[in-house]
């Protein structure tokens, strides 16, 4: 296995303490660009797109223990001892992951609902992985066609939004996927894993949950409890599963209370 060296996105001064945000599935660094402008007075913001992801590179290889590594080396590139990560969804289990295996590395964690139980692939999954799977970008010249195209094919929105995000037009004026599909969907079982713990993480962890969302339960979080024994939970009661965009700023007020009470 060999780690890969991830695009990233920077704010903020570097000589501040470390915040690395981590996105979900089928998401990009530049999902996060106004939380990370937003912390980036305090903080020296740091957001990876993942490998098969965004502008990174396109590997046979994907899980979490491939993702762990490209941290890991991401973190040494850049010469930092330690940081806050902040991880959505897959990048939540991600962080997770990562606090286990190197818990020298994290000064705490934020988790924006996920928890730590097996996954499941769901509707939204097959959507987007499907309407990838079916679109030839050969046949359009333009993004407002594709969207024409994609919106005539997916009633609900929010997927029209990932898949169009995931287009990058290349200089000679072709469409391509940013997404590496085979690969991830190959392995879309790893993404679904459950995180196996290590030692208890004894470092301040939040957990926020959307109130419209299923992932993160009452039980789900008293599991994480006993090897997050200092994790606190936070509902954000009219979110999705999306709840960084659906309450931008209800998330952020969440993210920056807690970080506030952090003991530097």
Do not use: C
């Given at each position: 296995?060999?780690?890969?060296?991830?695009?990233?996105?920077?704010?903020?001064?570097?000589?501040?303490?470390?915040?690395?945000?981590l996105h979900g599935l089928f998401g990009m660094s530049?999902?996060?660009?106004?939380?990370?402008?937003?912390?980036?007075?305090?903080?020296?913001?740091?957001?990876?797109?993942h490998r098969n992801h965004g502008l990174s590179p396109h590997t046979d290889e994907f899980g979490y223990e491939e993702m762990t590594e490209d941290l890991l080396l991401l973190m040494d590139e850049e010469n930092?001892?330690?940081?806050?990560?902040?991880?959505?969804?897959?990048?939540?289990?991600?962080?997770?992951?990562?606090?286990?295996?190197?818990?020298q590395r994290v000064d705490a964690l934020i988790i924006a609902d996920m928890s730590m139980k097996q996954g499941e692939f769901r509707a939204n999954h097959a959507a987007i992985l499907k309407t990838i799977a079916d679109t030839d970008l050969k046949l359009y010249k333009s993004f407002s066609a594709l969207q024409q195209h994609l919106e005539s094919q997916i009633s609900e929105k929010r997927i029209v939004h990932f898949v169009m995000k995931n287009v990058?037009?290349?200089?000679?004026?072709?469409?391509?996927?940013?997404?590496?599909?085979?690969?991830?969907?190959?392995?879309?079982?790893?993404?679904?894993?459950?995180?196996?713990?290590?030692?208890?993480?004894?470092?301040?962890?939040l957990v926020i949950r959307g109130g419209k969302s299923d992932y993160v339960s009452?039980?789900?979080?008293?599991?994480?409890?006993?090897?997050?024994?200092?994790?606190?939970?936070?509902?954000?009661?009219?979110?999705?599963?999306?709840?960084?965009?659906?309450?931008?700023?209800t998330f952020i007020k969440i993210v920056d209370d807690f970080l506030s009470k952090l003991p530097y």
């Open positions: 296995m060999t780690a890969v060296r991830l695009f990233r996105r920077e704010f903020g001064k570097e000589n501040t303490q470390k915040m690395i945000i530049d999902n996060w660009v106004g939380i990370a402008k937003f912390f980036s007075s305090r903080y020296h913001v740091i957001i990876p797109d930092i001892s330690s940081a806050v990560l902040l991880g959505h969804s897959m990048g939540g289990k991600l962080a997770m992951n990562f606090a286990f295996e190197y818990p990058l037009r290349e200089p000679q004026g072709r469409f391509k996927w940013k997404l590496n599909f085979l690969p991830v969907y190959d392995n879309i079982h790893k993404v679904m894993e459950e995180v196996v713990p290590g030692e208890p993480f004894n470092k301040p962890v009452d039980d789900d979080f008293k599991e994480m409890k006993e090897v997050f024994p200092l994790a606190a939970m936070e509902t954000m009661e009219k979110a999705s599963h999306w709840l960084h965009a659906d309450d931008t700023q």
